[in-house]
């Protein structure tokens, strides 16, 4: 595709133009490589993020006011940090922050947009993230990374999520919600929406399920929104 037909794709719908780079990616057996396509031309110009909302997820931001967590003296990882805006609000509590992406693009766009940021912003793969992360955080968030992966990896990502929280820690999930009984096949993803048993599943060994909610989305009332908090003992 030339680059005018991309920016007309784009502007058209930039939920059209994402999956078209998912399913090129996919395609090709590459089920991480669009994201940094995506940032990328998002960069030139060529493209929008469609879930760059310009600030904190409002079931973060809620959950915080409601939980009033104090990161002096903890720290903090988030999983799949785009442009970072859910990062810079765990930082500005006081969280030693690190976000990652699998995204160099994403980190770049992440730290122009912050150039102030108390948060540390690296490239990391949540299939294989640093063995030194290992139940090394006092909080842990995950907004709509793992299903941003084919349900196939879904596993694998969701227990690596859980993996990163540390004896006495806490992980916040906030996921687009789908029914038990719809099956993987009738997903046609980007995204793979969770069903109850997929945000359950993050609680594997001592990382106990404290709070699951199923709530309607800020920006569409129609779709809905699973948020969990978790504790390992
Ligand atoms: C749907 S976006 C959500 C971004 C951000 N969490 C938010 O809510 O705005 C998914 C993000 O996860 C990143 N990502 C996908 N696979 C990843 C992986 N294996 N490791 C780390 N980041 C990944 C993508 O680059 C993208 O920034």
Known sequence: MTDQAEAQDSAADPDVATRRLARESLAADDPTGWFDRLYTAAAD??????????????????????????????????VGAGTGWDAELIADLGFDTIAFDISPAAVEAAQQAHPDSKAQYVVADLLNPPTEWHRAFDLVVEIFTVQALPIALQPDATRQVGEQVRPGGSLVVIAAARDDGQPDADIEGPPWPLTRAGVEAFAVDDLRLIQLERVPGPSDPTSYRWRAEFLRD
């Open 45 to 78: 110009g060529r493209a929008v993020i469609p879930w760059d909302r310009g600030m904190a997820h409002p079931l973060l931001a809620d959950w915080v006011s409601t939980a009033e967590p104090d990161g002096s003296g903890k720290r903090a990882l988030v």
